[in-house]
C-alpha cells in the first residue's frame, strides 16, 4: 500500500526584532538621547545608541531561541488538576531564560536589584518578547504592574519583602479586580476583608478572569486584589487595595505549603490558551493593606494604566508578527497575473504582493502598525519621567505627568488593539484559506490578539474614559493642551515643509475636532446620553489624527535623513518608504475621520428610542 504525502508542508510562524525600526525612532524622530538628558545623573551615559542595539540584540535571541518555539505550541494550553495549574511545554525553560538573563529588573530602582534604567528601553525588551509570545509574556508583563503598585503604593517593608523577589522573579505578580457579577462596575465587588489581631487582614471572596493566576513558573505570586472593609463606605469610594500572596511565609523565612490562595478552575478560552485565565478563591485569606484605607481603586490605576499600555504593546505585538509573515508570504506565494501586465516574467504566475489588494491590506498593516509604534515609545517618555519621580518620592510631579499621559491612555488601549484586530485579519486574508489553517500561525494571532479589546475595559469603555472623564469632567483642558501640541505641530509642516498638503489638512481636522468636542459637549449639558453615544466613534476620530501626527513626524525625519550623503540604496529604499507610507496614511486612512465625526456629532435620540423590550420579538 503506498504511503500517503501530505499535500501541505507545515509553515513555523517567523520573527526577527525590527531593528531599523526602533533605532529610527529612537535616534531621528523621538530623539531619546535628548530625552535622557532630562533623567537623573548617568541615565543618558549608560543608554547609548550602542546599549539601545545591545538590548534589541539580546531580546532577540531570547525571542528567537526561547519564546517563538513555544508559540504555536502553547495553543493547547494550561492544564489545571487539583487546584495546580502546569503551563505549556516550553513555557518554564523559557522562564528560566528570561529570569537568569535579569530582563525583569531592567528599570526598577538598582535598591531593590533592578538595573535603574529607563522605562523606555524597557519597553523594547517588552515589544520584542510579546511579539514572539504574548501569552507567555503575560506572566512577567503582569508581575511589571504589581511591582509598580508595590513602588509607588506600598509601605516600606512591603516594598523591602516583596520587590527584591518581584524584581527577580522568584515571585510573579497578578492583578484580582473581577468578580462573577460584575467587571467594569467595581462598586458591586462583594469581596470582604476583616482585621485581624496582627494588623494583616482576612480576605474572603471569588475573583474571575485573573491571567498568570495560577502556574508552575515561580516560588510565590503575589495578588493585588481589590475588596471592601467592614466600614466601608458604599460605591467605589468603599474600595481598598491588599496584596495577598499565594504562599504565606513561615517564621524561618521558607514558605508554607498549605496554599493562602487557591484556583477553582481555568477559563476556556477563544486565545491566549497559553496563559492561565484563573478563577481564584479567597478563603480568610491572610492579606495586607496597601496604602490607606478607601483609596483602593485611585491605587489600582497605577497597575490598570501599566496594565492598559501593555494592552496597546500587545496590539503592537499581534500586528507585527501577522505583518511580517504576511509580507514574507505575499511575496513568495504565486497567483494570477497583475491587471497591469506580467511582472514576473519569467514564473508561472506573480506574486500576491503584486494585487491591489493584498497591497492594500500590507500597507494598510504598515500604516497602523508602524504609526502604533511611534505613539507607544513617545509616551514611554512620559513612563521614564514618573519612574523617576516616583524613586525621588516626588508624588506631585508624577500624579501632573500622569495625568498628562492619561489623556493618551484610552487611544492606546481602545485604538491601537482595534487596529491590531484589522490588521491581524487582513494579514490572514492574504493567506487566503492558508490562513485558517493552524499549521499556518496566522489564525492563532488572530484570536489571540482578539482579547486585547477586551480585557483592561473594553473599547467602548475606553472611549468613555476619554470623552467622559479626560475631557468633560475636566472641561477640556487637558484636551486644548493637547489639541495645541498637534495643530502647533501641524502649523511648522505646513508652513516650512515637502508635506504642506498633509500638514494642511492635519491642522483642519484639529480645528475641527475641538469644534466638535465643544458641540458634543453643550448636547451633554441637556443629555449625559449624548457621551456615551459619542464617546468610541470620538476615540477613533482622535486615534486617528493622533497617528497622522506621528505620521508627520516620520515622514519629516525620513526626509533629512534622505538629504545625507553616501546613503547605501537599502536605506534609501527605507526612508523612502517611510513617505510613502505617510502619503498612503493620508490618502487611504485618515479620512476615516469623516466617518467617525458624522456619527459622533449625530443626535442620540434615535439611538434611545427605542424600548429595551423592542430589540427582538419571539412568538410565543
Known amino acids: 500500500m503506498k504511503s ?87 513555557f518554564k525553560e523559557a522562564f528560566e531564560a528570561y529570569k537568569e538573563g535579569g530582563w525583569q529588573a531592567l528599570n526598577f530602582p538598582s535598591e531593590y536589584g533592578g538595573m535603574n534604567m529607563p522605562l523606555s528601553l524597557s519597553l523594547v525588551k517588552n515589544e520584542i518578547c510579546s511579539t514572539a509570545n504574548w501569552a507567555w509574556f503575560m506572566y512577567p508583563g503582569l508581575t511589571l504592574g504589581c511591582t509598580n503598585t508595590i513602588i509607588a503604593h506600598g509601605s516600606q517593608e512591603m516594598k523591602d519583602e516583596y520587590l527584591p523577589k518581584l524584581i527577580d522573579l522568584t515571585y510573579t505578580g497578578s492583578m484580582c479586580l473581577t468578580e462573577p457579577h460584575c467587571g467594569t462596575d467595581l462598586a458591586q465587588i462583594k469581596t470582604k476583608a476583616l482585621p485581624n489581631d496582627d494588623g494583616s487582614y482576612a480576605l474572603s471572596g471569588t475573583k474571575i478572569f485573573i491571567s498568570a493566576g495560577e502556574h508552575d513558573l515561580a516560588e510565590n505570586i503575589v495578588h493585588i ?30 514558605l508554607e505549603t498549605t496554599k493562602n490562595v487557591t484556583c477553582g478552575g481555568l477559563e476556556k478560552k477563544m486565545g491566549i490558551h497559553g496563559n492561565a485565565t484563573a478563577q481564584l478563591h479567597f478563603e480568610d485569606a491572610k492579606g495586607w493593606l496597601i496604602g490607606e484605607p ?96 516616583l524613586a525621588a518620592g516626588d508624588h506631585v510631579s508624577a500624579d501632573k505627568i500622569e495625568n498628562d499621559m492619561g489623556f493618551l491612555t484610552p487611544i492606546v488601549k481602545g485604538c ?70 498637534y495643530r502647533d505641530h501641524a502649523w511648522g509642516v505646513m508652513t516650512s515643509s515637502s508635506f504642506k498638503q498633509e500638514g494642511i489638512a492635519m491642522y483642519k481636522l484639529l480645528w475641527q475636532w475641538k469644534k466638535d468636542v465643544v458641540m458634543i459637549g453643550l448636547r451633554a449639558a441637556k443629555n449625559r446620553d449624548a457621551i456615551s453615544a459619542s464617546s468610541v466613534d470620538h476615540l477613533f476620530n482622535a486615534g486617528y489624527i493622533v497617528l497622522g501626527h506621528y505620521w508627520l513626524r516620520m515622514a519629516i ?54 424600548d429595551r423590550d423592542s430589540f427582538m420579538f419571539h412568538d410565543l
Open 294 to 389: 478607601h483609596d483602593g481603586l485611585r491605587q489600582m490605576f497605577t497597575f490598570m494604566n501599566t496594565a492598559r499600555i501593555g494592552t496597546g504593546v500587545q496590539g503592537l505585538a499581534h500586528m507585527e508578527l501577522a505583518f511580517q509573515n504576511a509580507v514574507a508570504y505575499a511575496n513568495e506565494r504565486m497567483s494570477m497575473r497583475a491587471l497591469s501586465g506580467k511582472k514576473e516574467k519569467d514564473k508561472v504566475a506573480d506574486a500576491l504582493v503584486f494585487h491591489g489588494d493584498v497591497r492594500k491590506n500590507l500597507m494598510t498593516a504598515k500604516a497602523l502598525l508602524e504609526g502604533s509604534r511611534a505613539l507607544l515609545y513617545d509616551i514611554s517618555k512620559q513612563g521614564d519621567k514618573i519612574t523617576y519621580a
Open 225 to 254: 486584589v481589590l475588596a471592601k472593609l467592614p466600614d466601608a463606605p458604599s460605591g467605589t469610594k468603599g474600595i481598598s487595595l491588599f496584596l495577598v500572596p499565594k504562599y504565606l511565609k513561615k517564621e524561618d523565612g521558607s
Open 416 to 485: 491601537v488593539t482595534e487596529w491590531a484586530i484589522e490588521v491581524t485579519y487582513g494579514c490572514q486574508q492574504v493567506f487566503g484559506g492558508h490562513g485558517y489553517i493552524k499549521d499556518h500561525g496566522m489564525e492563532q494571532i488572530v484570536r489571540d490578539a482578539r482579547i486585547s479589546t477586551l480585557y483592561e475595559g473594553t473599547t467602548g469603555i475606553q472611549g468613555l474614559d476619554m470623552l467622559g472623564r479626560k475631557m468633560m469632567i475636566d472641561k477640556l483642558k487637558l484636551f486644548s493642551k493637547w489639541n495645541k501640541v
Open 4 to 90: 500517503t504525502v501530505r499535500a501541505i508542508q507545515k509553515r513555523a510562524l517567523s520573527y526577527k526584532a525590527p531593528a531599523k525600526e526602533i533605532n529610527f525612532l529612537f535616534n531621528d524622530v523621538l530623539d531619546m538621547q535628548e530625552h535622557y538628558k532630562t533623567l537623573p545623573e548617568g541615565v543618558s551615559e549608560e543608554c547609548t545608541p550602542e546599549f539601545l542595539n545591545d538590548v534589541i540584540d539580546a531580546s532577540n535571541q531570547l525571542a528567537s531561541e526561547a519564546l517563538l518555539p513555544c508559540y504555536m505550541s502553547g495553543d493547547d494550553g494550561c492544564v489545571w488538576k487539583n487546584g495546580d495549574v502546569t503551563t505549556p511545554k516550553g
Open 557 to 610: 525625519a525620513a526626509e533629512k535623513k534622505l538629504a545625507a550623503p553616501d546613503l547605501s540604496e537599502t536605506d534609501k529604499k527605507y526612508y523612502q518608504s517611510k513617505i510613502d507610507t505617510m502619503r498612503y496614511y493620508f490618502s487611504h486612512i485618515i479620512n476615516r475621520v469623516a466617518t467617525h465625526r458624522v456619527n459622533m456629532t449625530q443626535p442620540c435620540e434615535n439611538l434611545y428610542k427605542i
